[in-house]
């Protein structure tokens, strides 16, 4: 049939109008099965760069300032009252135990343990003859007893006097180095007069205070690294020994000593420390820096699971160098993505590549 026209409108024959709806369909169709096709066909595995998560120890660095003490210390007072005569020691010198440091006037002390040596001398002789002559009933038993009290006596009262005789010596009770002393011969001392100190300085002793925070997580014999204020300082390697029993309530801290080995004695007592302790608190995954992505919920990383992403929620721990410490389930060995994050999503098909 053919196109008619009655005024402006145009009229199309029916088989004519047939033609063009099968042929709208026919697109349609193609159309509905082309997507049916793409939706059935896999999205192509996405090539991201990966690196393989450790578990490493959280480590804290606590850093403190220690006052060190000898190991053994002590300030020399005389035992009695005198005239000292002979200063035996300088300052900075080094001392055996039992060395005389300072000598008080000791002649009344000599010549009271020669007269109690003579007492003693004519008592044990006493006591000879009466013990000879006992058998002949000259000698009672009670003269016996009084001649063998009379020794005893005459013994103690020796002893007392060679007491009093080392008292006027003031001796180094351990081996050590001697400090300042302000006394010279001729000058009088009592009970309260400080002669000199002595330093067994062969080791220190540095205390410091910690932070409650960290109660129960220093031990004794750990290791702890110590050095002076002066640029350049060398570092020196001392163990913990003590930890306090307390925390004090104004500052919140609690006291630990450390032993400091000081054989080559390049150290003092009293000298101020730069204290370094490293403390460990459980293990960790580690991961790169780029790896730590942010979203509306928190933080994440796209771990790689059977060669597919997976979106894993994490928390920072610790940053360290290059990398931060997380707490996330993310077990030892699994990859996590640090190139490509920006074309992640939940079940993607990936392929790894190690990390340079």
Known sequence: MNL???????????????????????VAGCKGD???????????AQPVVTEVVE????????????????????????????????????????VKAGQAVVRLDDRDQHLAVKIASVELEDARRLLGRYERTRASGTVTESALDDARSAVERARL????????????????????????????PGARVDTSTAITTIDDRSNLLVT??????FLGQIQQDQTIAVSTWANGSPQH??????????????????????????????????????VSLTLVSGRYPLIPEVALQWGNDGAFVWGVDDGRSKRIPATVVQRVPGAILVDAELPEGIQVVTEGTQRMREGLSVTSMAGL
């Open 55 to 94: 578990w490493h120890p959280r480590k804290v660095n606590i850093e403190a300032v220690g006052t060190s003490r000898a190991v053994k210390s002590v300030t020399l007072y005389p035992e009695v009252s005198g005239e000292v005569v002979e200063v035996a020691v300088t300052a900075g010198e080094q």
């Open 4 to 26: 008619t026209q009655q005024g402006s409108a145009r009229r199309f024959p029916i088989s004519t109008f047939t033609t063009l709806l099968l042929i709208v369909a026919g």
């Open 157 to 184: 009262n020796l002893d007392r006097a060679q007491v009093a005789l080392g008292y006027r010596t003031i001796a180094a009770p351990f081996n050590g180095f001697i400090g300042i002393t302000d006394l010279d």
């Open 208 to 213: 410091f205070q910690v932070p409650e925070l």
């Open 34 to 44: 082309s997507d049916t096709t793409l939706l059935k066909r896999d999205v192509p």
């Open 237 to 274: 390697q001392g163990r913990l020994v003590e930890i306090d029993s307390r925390i004090n309530p104004q500052t919140r801290t609690f006291a630990a000593r450390a032993l400091v080995d000081n054989s080559q004695d390049l150290l003092r007592p009293g000298m101020s420390f730069r």
